[in-house]
């Protein structure tokens, strides 16, 4: 992939993966694809190779939930304390819908049951990049004009920080991009599908779980009461709506 003036940007990936033969897989299909991996074998691993290379700008993470010493969860939660904007992927044997929910809750951008595809695997972490990319670039045209407000919120597109009050809110890349679809959209019903694919740039893979987790997430931020939302309201059958 390519950056300002047509240099060759290689987006880095780290993981974390107690199965060697499952490691091997995924390093295998993501060096093919061209990406550069580091792989590890363990959560406490990928914390210590987080902290090395973090300055390189590491792109994604790809966390397997169970693992020795530290598990995925504690891996998640650890990074995203530190950096909101890399990107994570969280691997479960399971297909419950805890694992999913508890991943995304900890900061996680998207989650894959095992056994998957090689083309699945390389779609998601195409999809995340994607997104990435469209955060670190903005239009020409959106710098100009890189203010938007709502009530007590402010969101700076050329800085990518969003400030309440004059605070600076603590988002993840997927709660940004969500929030910046709603400032956009102000008091127009959105559904799951567009926030997927106009906010999250996600392909038709994604399970729409993963907005109303979002959700979820950036309300527990932005809301004095996210029990009781008063910008973001659910619109049955529909989706979400900001509110203004």
């Keep these: 992939m390519e950056g300002k003036g047509g240099e060759l940007i290689l987006r880095k990936i780290l993981i974390a993966e107690d199965e060697a033969a499952i490691r091997e897989f995924i390093v295998i299909n993501l060096q093919r694809a061209g990406y550069e991996v580091v792989a590890v074998c363990d959560g406490q691993k990928a914390i210590d190779e987080f902290e090395r290379r973090k300055s390189d700008g590491l792109d994604v993470i790809i966390l397997d939930i169970m693992m020795p010493h530290k598990d995925g969860f504690e891996v998640c939660k650890y990074v995203r304390e530190i950096d ?80 309440r009050d004059g605070e600076l809110l ?35 893979i994604t399970d729409g779980k993963l907005v109303d987790v979002g959700m979820r997430r950036l309300r527990m931020k932005i809301e004095d009461e996210p029990s009781t939302p008063k910008y973001i309201s659910t619109v049955w059958g529909t989706g979400y709506r900001w509110e203004e």
């Design 84 to 163: 909101s904007t890399i990107g994570i992927i969280m691997l479960s044997a399971k297909s419950q819908e805890m694992d999913k929910v508890s991943g995304l809750m900890m900061g996680a951008d998207d989650y894959m049951t095992k056994p998957f595809s090689p083309s699945e695997l390389l779609a998601r972490v195409d999809a995340l990049c994607r997104r990435i990319s469209a955060v670190d670039a903005r239009p020409t045209e959106e710098i100009k004009n890189h203010i938007l407000k709502s009530g007590p919120f402010i969101m700076d597109l050329r800085k990518k920080a969003v400030f």
């Design 170 to 204: 603590d988002l993840t890349t997927t709660e940004y991009t969500i929030m910046e679809l709603f400032l956009k959209n102000k008091n127009v019903a959105l559904s799951r599908t567009q926030i997927l694919e106009e906010g999250l740039k996600k392909d038709k």
